[in-house]
């Protein structure tokens, strides 16, 4: 069945640092989505990408999403604390409103 | 508008016991999906239901059921509960568009 990696599974950086996080498939993508789900918490949507090559940002969280439609990336600039989390990509079976979730990247940020 | 509930929020039950869980979703929202969180296996999608019918179901074994009522509302079982079981249980409702909203989740443990 289709699988969706994430890598790395988890980065610590220090606070100001930049951080990527590179979503995986092996098969094409219809779309992308990206949730944040912090510590406790529940996955919380972040954006989705649905074209080849799209690129979105969100303040200091960049976007992209491959030209084959096979891979993605969320960039942050100069993380902060509240930034601490774990983020999920996500391909969205919208006839179904189902979604296969990658394996998720857990990023902790020190002040 | 109130977000996604889930109750209980938490949950111990006893191997070989059913549980039942209760999700209520964002106001005119028809669409109700249902995730397990483990450690060890991610985010996987249980099932959806829309307009009280389910219309796509995960691999799961039948011991996981569930059902959605004219007002929306959706109830997940789980019987015969096996240790394995153990696990977050996010609902996340749609209005038929892309995202999806979670509920904070019912956090199951079997002993």
């Known amino acids: 069945g289709q699988q969706v990696m994430q890598i790395p599974q988890y980065q610590h950086v220090q606070e100001g640092e930049d951080f990527t996080t590179y979503c995986n498939s092996s098969?094409?993508?219809?779309?992308i989505q990206w949730y944040k789900q912090r510590p406790g918490g529940h996955p919380v949507f972040l954006i989705q990408?649905?074209?080849?090559?799209e690129v979105k940002k969100q303040k200091r969280l960049t976007f992209q999403f491959g030209e084959a439609k096979k891979n993605s990336s969320l960039h942050i600039t100069a993380t902060q604390t509240t930034d601490v989390g774990t983020y999920f990509c996500?391909?969205?079976?919208?006839?179904?409103?189902?979604?296969?979730f990658g394996t998720g990247t857990r990023l902790l940020v020190s002040p | 508008k109130a977000g996604v509930t889930q109750t209980p929020r938490y949950l111990i039950k006893t191997r070989g016991q059913q549980v039942t869980l209760s999700c209520s979703p964002i106001?005119?929202?028809?669409?109700v999906s249902w995730y397990q969180q483990t450690p060890g296996q991610g985010l996987q999608f249980l099932f959806e239901?829309?307009?009280?019918?389910?219309?796509n179901k995960g691999n799961f074994p039948g011991r996981f059921s569930g059902r959605q009522f004219s007002n929306s509302r959706s109830e997940m079982n789980v019987s015969t509960l096996e240790l394995g079981d153990s696990a977050l249980y996010l609902c996340?409702?749609?209005?038929?568009?892309?995202?999806?909203?979670f509920g904070p989740g019912t956090r199951l443990t079997v002993t």
């Open positions: 996340a409702s749609s209005a038929g568009r892309d995202e999806q909203y």
């Open positions: 098969t094409t993508l219809s779309n």
């Open positions: 990408l649905v074209k080849s090559g």
């Open positions: 996500a391909e969205m079976n919208t006839g179904f409103q189902k979604l296969v």
């Open positions: 106001s005119g929202h028809r669409s």
């Open positions: 239901y829309f307009s009280e019918t389910q219309r």
